[in-house]
């Protein structure tokens, strides 16, 4: 296989992880997130151990693919979402750290220290750029939930939506040298999407997208052409398959190359053809995430990747 030669800046080596003991569905960010699903007919401590089983299990299978996780506990009761470290910092090749605001208030409290000194402790980080200070303006930008990013082309794809300030986007693309390509979608319903990364992967041969979920014709045609330019496979994926999270995917580097960590719900989605285009790059590793897809995110959401040099 290809990727088992070649490297790619795209497909990170390791990841930090948040194991939750009181996970459940945030109802203050149900507002928005039209993936979320109501669980509270459900006994709470039943959803918290299934969630956090679900978080071993998938760091165990990472571990097995040959990539370094990086696995904190959260044993608090008043951050339900920390299972999605990703919208809260993003690291970049160079040594840099972006820390960001949240537009849910409850989810603030997840930004943690420990894994801020584990990154420099373990990684070479160079500077750290913290945009929370901009959360009493009401700017925010939720990390990559918010921004898919294309660490190859250098573009960040952004949904347009309360969680990403286009204000403080361009000043994230100016800090990190990307291109914004922002744009709308919603859903069939005429739902707005909260955040690009339910509806887009972008490995380093391929690319995931829900076509139809995005607005205006000539949008979409540049930015499908941008994905084209670049040697990249555009996959589309229907309205179904984004609402069963297949978008919701990220390309990593395991001992043997490259790995497409994806839900298995997302997996089952996908038709044999699509399977097979992205298995000409990636080895596809469905985790089992059935508890945390109730919270209205999938297996890109608990992954943070690490873009950093180990010391």
């Known amino acids: 296989m290809e990727a088992r030669r070649h490297r790619s800046v795209q497909a990170p080596g390791a990841v930090v992880m948040i194991r939750p003991w009181h996970f459940r569905p945030n109802s203050e960010t149900a507002e928005d997130n039209a993936f979320q699903r109501d669980a509270s007919h459900l006994d709470r401590g039943s959803v918290a151990r299934a969630a956090h089983d679900e978080v071993t299990q998938a760091a165990k299978a990472l571990e097995a693919a040959g990539l370094r996780v990086h696995l904190f506990d959260d044993e608090t009761e008043a951050t339900p979402d920390s299972v999605f470290p990703n919208n809260w910092f993003s690291t970049h090749p160079g040594g840099h750290v972006a820390i960001y605001p949240m537009f849910a208030e409850t989810r603030r409290a997840e930004r943690r220290a420990d894994v801020i000194a584990l990154l420099k402790r373990e990684y070479r980080v160079q500077d750290i750029v913290d945009y929370t200070g901009l959360e009493p303006d009401g700017l925010f930008l939720e990390g990559t939930g918010a921004m898919v990013l294309d660490h190859i082309d250098r573009v960040a794809y952004v949904v347009r939506s309360n969680r990403a300030d286009p204000i403080l986007l361009e000043r994230f693309c100016s800090h990190f040298n990307y291109e914004p390509m922002v744009f709308d979608a919603h859903d069939a319903r005429g739902v707005p999407v909260y955040h690009t990364n339910v509806l887009m992967c972008i490995a380093t041969k391929f690319v995931l997208v829900g076509r139809d979920m995005m607005a205006g014709d000539a ?55 699509q399977r097979a285009a992205m298995e000409r790059s990636a080895r596809l590793l469905p985790l089992e995430v059935p508890t945390i897809e109730m919270a209205g995110g999938s297996v890109r959401c608990m992954l943070a990747g690490v873009h950093l040099s180990r010391r």
């Open 219 to 273: 949008r979409r045609a540049h930015i499908l052409e941008r994905f084209e330019e670049t040697g990249r496979q555009v996959i589309a994926l229907s309205n179904a398959q984004i609402a069963d999270f297949a978008g919701n995917a990220i390309e990593l580097q395991g001992r043997e190359g490259r790995v497409l960590a994806l839900s298995a719900r997302a997996l089952s989605a996908l038709r044999s053809d």
